[in-house]
C-alpha cells in the first residue's frame, strides 16, 4: 500500500543545534502532519500542514519550530534550536482528506535525541 | 477537552483465542472514532473507524468494534487472533472541531503466544 517514508530514522545532536526531519508523504496526498511521541507516553498532535501553509498547530509547536513543503518536495519539520524536552519520536502523516476521515499513512517515526 | 484511555500497556494472548482491547474516550460532542495499529518496524495503518450509524463496525483482517455513547467506549475485538497480530493498537479520537487533530490513547501492545 502507499508508504510515508521518514528521513532519518534517529538522530543524535547536541541541544541548540538544528535539526530538520524530513517525510516524503504519499504522492496524491493535500494534508500533512507532525506527531510527537515522547518515550513511554501518547503520541500528540503538533501540527498540520495544507496548501503551503499551517492550519492548525498544538501548543507542543514552539516557536523554534517550523515546517514547510518547498516546491512539492518532502516535508519537513524544523526545530532551532534544539532543546532537551525536544527528543522524541516524531511521526509524520499524511491523508488526501482531512484528518477526521481516518484515513492518515504514518511514517515509522524519526527518532531525535537532543544530548 | 478531549481524552483517550486505554488501560491495558500490554496483552498476551493464545493464538486462536478471542480478543478484546478497551478504549474509553472523552469529549462533549460527536466523536469519529479509530483504531490503529503498528507492527514491527512499520508506520501505523488504520483497522477501522466509526462516524455514526451501526455501532458495530468491521475492520481489516477480521478486527471489528462496538461503539457504546452510553459507555464512552470503544473496544476493538477479534474472534481468534493469529500470531501475525502481534503489534500496537492504538484507539484514536477525532471530532467535528478540528479538522486536522488526532488524539490517541496510549497504545496496547498485543503479544499473541503460541
Known amino acids: 500500500g502507499p508508504k510515508v517514508l521518514q528521513i532519518p530514522s534517529h538522530q543524535i545532536i547536541d541541544m541548540g543545534q538544528m535539526v530538520t526531519l524530513n517525510c516524503d508523504p504519499v504522492?496524491?496526498?493535500?494534508?500533512f502532519y507532525w506527531y510527537k511521541q515522547i518515550l513511554g507516553q501518547q503520541m500528540e498532535f503538533l501540527v498540520n500542514?495544507?496548501?503551503?501553509?499551517?492550519?492548525?498547530k498544538s501548543k507542543l509547536f514552539k516557536d523554534q519550530f517550523s515546517v514547510e513543503r518547498p516546491d512539492g518536495s518532502y516535508f519537513t519539520l524544523k526545530i532551532q534550536p534544539t532543546a532537551l524536552e525536544d527528543s522524541a519520536v516524531y511521526f509524520c502523516?499524511?491523508?488526501?482528506?482531512?484528518?477526521?476521515?481516518?484515513?492518515?499513512?504514518f511514517g515509522e517515526g524519526s527518532k531525535l535525541t537532543v544530548l | 477537552a478531549q481524552s483517550v484511555t486505554q488501560p491495558d500497556a500490554r496483552v498476551t494472548v493464545s493464538e486462536g483465542a478471542s480478543l478484546q482491547l478497551r478504549c474509553k474516550y472523552s469529549?462533549?460532542?460527536?466523536?469519529?472514532l479509530f483504531w490503529y495499529v503498528q507492527y514491527p518496524r512499520q508506520g501505523l495503518q488504520l483497522l477501522l473507524k466509526?462516524?455514526?450509524?451501526?455501532?458495530v463496525v468491521q475492520g481489516v483482517n477480521g478486527f471489528e468494534a462496538e461503539f457504546s455513547k452510553s459507555n464512552s467506549s470503544f473496544h476493538l475485538r477479534k474472534a481468534s487472533v493469529h500470531w501475525s497480530d502481534s503489534a500496537v493498537y492504538f484507539c484514536?479520537?477525532?471530532?467535528?472541531?478540528?479538522?486536522?487533530?488526532?488524539?490517541f490513547g496510549q497504545g496496547t501492545s498485543l503479544s499473541v503466544v503460541p
Open positions: 466509526y462516524y455514526s450509524g451501526d455501532p
Open positions: 484514536v479520537l477525532g471530532s467535528s472541531s478540528s479538522f486536522s487533530k488526532l488524539v
Open positions: 469529549y462533549s460532542g460527536t466523536p469519529y
Open positions: 504522492s496524491n496526498h493535500l494534508y
Open positions: 502523516a499524511s491523508s488526501f482528506g482531512g484528518a477526521n476521515t481516518g484515513q492518515l499513512y
Open positions: 500542514f495544507y496548501n503551503g501553509k499551517v492550519m492548525e
